[in-house]
């Protein structure tokens, strides 16, 4: 029951929000060039429907692959900085750097250092940094945090650094990994879109640009059209991450048992 | 024959409370003979862990040396908390040793389960900690520790979170183990009672720093928690650890 009114309430929030959204716009007659009627954005998705795709598969590629590469750089340094102190204390001071500098600061250089006729390649550096930190973060605190005695029995029975790190430190960093994925999985969306605002005109051809694109023309609708994808995608993408999470620590992490059971 | 000695031993801990460290041990001296069941009996603090620790070899003597004059056997180690991981079920957590050496899974798994069912637990194998009850958990932790068939049997006060009930019929099964197997056992412990039924011989040890204030053996017939043997060497344990402390 109270699954089915998980479901009952938002829905019906929205039904009432797009409901009084349309027959605000009928009833003031709004023009559709300041805020288009919710059929109007319907119609507008229907009527470029081809060309949004597209673009939304060229948005979500970048996000995809930036999020694959910030999880694998993440993880790869986390790993580095748990089996060295030195490595840690050295490069961490950088990594939060590179974390606190505004990402649309840095993107002009890296699609002038990368180039334009690598567009793509551009994109994806530029949103796996905005991706990057979250993941470092969360697995860094995830290998540190694995029983102390647990750690001294591996060494009592002669577990080399590499089967601690498997067999304890990896699994103990799992919760934390996942957690900065999640945060990461939204960060990489936006990351791709902040990246293709900057590429501008011309290169890029994902939904960002569809978004600057339509502005220019003031074709309203289709703005609030590629927004509307952009916004399913980041649930999407919470989404599936969300289900990884649960399908992973369901049988043993407390953040993921429900009370009840 | 002596299995494991620790003679002069010392050890300083570094402290935020205090300049200069805390001094755990200092001049810590004894030998446990082949097959002992021994005690090492404390108030909290008393650097008693610290010792079974170095003789694990987990820590290093600053001062003096934990010598094993006949090789260092196989060792297993009980933790006062279970310690096991929560994401692995009762069989894989009992294998970790055996998993730790590289011997082949199905030998392993073979063993964990023999060594479950020798703690009461067969037909938990695929039960995770979370699904077992504190003393279920803390046996799981004793498979685990017998699992390598070790020579020494190291315990830090393994029975100090469990209820009295639990308490009473581990430390039955600790026995059984113990005779079964030829087992050393080192156990470490803060109530005078639990050594006086348990061991055949209790070192006592005063605040800190920490060294042996009494040796006492107990050389009666364990079969009775309350029999007038148990109940009077409970008695002499009281006394020596009253002057220790005092």
């Known amino acids: 029951m109270r699954r089915v009114l998980d479901i009952v309430f938002p829905v019906a929030l929205a039904a009432v929000i797009l409901g009084s959204w349309e027959w605000t716009i009928f009833h003031w007659q709004v023009p559709h060039y300041v805020l288009p009627a919710p059929s109007a954005i319907a119609r507008a998705i229907c009527a470029n429907f081809a060309s949004l795709m597209a673009s939304l598969g060229s948005t979500l590629a970048v996000t995809l692959q930036a999020f694959a590469a910030a999880t694998l750089l993440g993880v790869a340094t986390a790993i580095g900085f748990s089996q060295s102190r030195l490595l840690e204390r050295t490069f961490y001071p950088y990594a939060v750097i590179l974390q606190v500098t505004p990402v649309v600061a840095i993107a002009p250089l890296i699609l002038i250092w990368v180039g334009f006729e690598r567009i793509n390649l551009a994109l994806v550096i530029i949103a796996t940094l905005v991706a990057f930190f979250p993941i470092l973060a969360g697995a860094t605190l995830g290998l540190k945090s694995a029983d102390f005695n647990l750690l001294d029995l591996a060494r009592l029975h002669g577990a080399s650094r590499l089967q601690i790190l498997w067999r304890i430190r990896l699994p103990t960093a799992l919760p934390y990994l996942l957690s900065g994925m999640k945060t990461a999985g939204g960060l990489a969306l936006i990351g791709a879109v902040v990246a293709e605002f900057v590429a501008g005109s011309g290169t890029a051809t994902g939904l960002a640009w569809r978004i600057v694109e339509s502005g220019n023309r003031l074709e309203i609708a289709t703005l609030f059209a590629a927004l509307a994808l952009l916004a399913l995608t980041g649930v999407l993408i919470f989404a599936a991450l969300s289900l990884l999470e649960w399908a992973l620590l369901r049988r043993w992490h407390e953040s993921a048992i429900s009370e009840a059971a | ?246």
């Open chain 2, 1 to 246: 024959m002596t299995l494991l000695a620790l003679s002069g031993i010392g050890k300083r801990f570094a402290s935020t409370q205090k300049a200069g460290g805390v001094q755990a041990l200092d001049d810590l001296s004894f030998a446990i003979q082949t097959g002992e069941f021994v005690s090492l009996l404390g108030p909290s603090g008393c650097g008693k862990s610290t010792a079974l620790r170095l003789a694990a070899g987990l820590l290093t003597p600053d001062a003096g040396a934990v010598t094993f004059p006949h090789g260092k056997p196989e060792i297993g180690f009980v933790f006062q908390e279970p310690t096991l991981m929560p994401w692995a079920d009762a069989l894989t957590n009992t294998r970790l040793p055996l998993v730790l050496k590289s011997m082949p899974r199905r030998e392993a798994n073979a063993r964990a389960a023999a060594a479950l069912a020798r703690v009461g637990l067969a037909g938990f194998e695929r039960a995770l900690p979370r699904e077992l009850s504190g003393g279920m958990k803390m046996r799981v932790s004793i498979a685990r520790a017998l699992v390598a068939q070790p020579k020494l049997l190291l315990l830090d006060e393994p029975f100090a979170a469990l209820d009295e009930i639990t308490r009473n019929r581990l430390g039955d099964d600790l026995l059984r183990l113990w005779r079964e197997d030829g087992l050393t056992v080192l156990f470490v412990t803060h109530s005078v009672s639990e050594s006086a039924y348990l061991s055949e011989r209790v070192l006592v040890m005063p605040p800190r720093p920490g060294r042996i204030a009494a040796d006492i053996a107990l050389p009666h017939s364990r079969d009775d928690r309350l029999s007038s043997v148990t109940i009077e060497a409970q008695r002499g344990i009281n006394a020596a650890l009253q002057a220790a402390t005092a």
